[in-house]
Each structure stands twice: as C-alpha cells, then as structure tokens.
C-alpha cells in the first residue's frame, strides 16, 4: 500500500537553474523542490516586464486601442490582425511601468498622456512566464493626440490605430469577443470605476 506524507512546515526551494535558450527570451530549465518533498522540473520563459495603457475620452465616450499582426496568433488561429490594448516592454535603463506605459501611448497611438491610473500589476501567464504587466486606465481629450501614431517603423509592427466607443467595447466583453487579455482587464476596470461612460 503506498503511503503519501506531506513534509509540516517545508517551503518550496529553487535547487537550480540551468538557461537553455538566450535570444529575445530567455528560457530556464528549474530543478524545485516543492513543500511535499517531491522534486520537479519546470521551464521558465524570461523576457521582461510590460507596461499596458488604455486611454478613454470622457466626453465622446471612446478609448484607443491598436490592431496588429501577432505570430503565434498567426500560427495558432490563422488571424491576421488581433485587438489590443497598447502595450510595451520595460526595456529602458531606468525606465519604470509609467514612463513606459506613455512612451507606447505617444508611439504606438499617437497620444500624450497626463494621468495614469494604475490598474494592477499582473501576471500575464504564471504557469511559464515570469512576465508582469501593470495595467494602467488613462483620460486623454482630442487635443492630446498629436500625431498618427503606428509605432516605430523599423520594428515593423503593423500597427492601425483605432478610436473605439466605450459601449461598443462593453458589449464585446459581454459576448465574449474581447481576445487580448489587456484590454479586456481594462475594459472592465473603467466600466466598474466609470459606469456612466458605458451607457448605450
């Protein structure tokens, strides 16, 4: 008959780490002993922290939000363009998840940025990414955008800048049709703060 015993008072412990991929990402092979004893192997992708922004216009009751090609929703789902949230790595020496969340803004949509709300910081795939995203909400008004965005050129994104309205937006969410999980945490954020811009 075999016999379980969970090891009182014992904490998970990293024994070691081996980097078996270094390029854009960083891929670990971990050794961990977990709190019954038992001894594991996991592997870790490591790329960075991220900085995600949804800017909304109070008096037209709409937000910004960018269209762009992604590979693997390209190899997974075939789709050419997926709907997101405006985001960015904290790639900057010295940069933190706010300077980054407005340098993608005025990038990628063309906006400047005053006040950032910020959200949550999260964990954007816990199971194998050590990735955290700080989700920020952001008022802008029509004379903050100051170009056409699109993002920079030579790192070919492919970006469309959208103007999207905030009850569009909702009733995406409500049938499910929201696809990035960026925006949809932001989504829903600014209509539990501001239900009132959500109204049909």
């Given at each position: 008959?075999?016999?379980?015993?969970?090891?009182?008072?014992?904490?998970?412990?990293?024994?070691?780490v081996t980097t078996v991929y270094s390029g854009y990402l960083t891929v670990d092979a971990l050794q961990v002993r977990l709190?019954?004893?038992?001894?594991?192997?996991?592997?870790?992708?490591?790329?960075?922290?991220?900085?995600?922004?949804?800017?909304y216009d109070r008096e037209r009751r709409c937000a910004l939000v960018v269209h762009?090609?992604?590979?693997?929703?390209?190899?997974?789902?075939?789709?050419?363009?997926?709907?997101?949230?405006?985001?960015g790595m904290i790639s900057e020496a010295g940069q933190d998840a706010e300077a980054t969340a407005?340098?993608?803004?005025?990038?990628?949509?063309?906006?400047?940025?005053?006040?950032?709300?910020?959200?949550?910081?999260?964990?954007?795939?816990?199971g194998v990414s050590s990735e955290r995203v700080s989700l920020f909400l952001a008022p802008y008004v029509s004379a903050d955008r100051v170009s056409a965005g699109g993002?920079?050129?030579?790192?070919?994104?492919g970006i469309t800048v959208v103007e999207r309205s905030l009850p569009t937006l909702a009733a995406a969410a409500d049938q499910g049709r929201i696809e990035?999980?960026?925006?949809l945490s932001l989504v829903l954020a600014l209509r539990l703060r501001a239900p009132e811009l959500f109204a049909a």
């Open positions: 008959m075999a016999i379980s015993c969970r090891i009182i008072g014992m904490k998970p412990k990293l024994l070691e709190s019954d004893g038992s001894i594991v192997s996991r592997e870790v992708e490591r790329h960075g922290d991220a900085a995600a922004v949804l800017p762009l090609f992604r590979a693997p929703v390209f190899q997974e789902a075939g789709m050419e363009s997926i709907e997101e949230a405006c985001a407005r340098r993608e803004a005025y990038e990628e949509l063309g906006v400047r940025l005053a006040t950032m709300d910020l959200v949550s910081r999260v964990w954007s795939s816990p993002g920079i050129e030579s790192e070919h994104e990035d999980s960026k925006l």
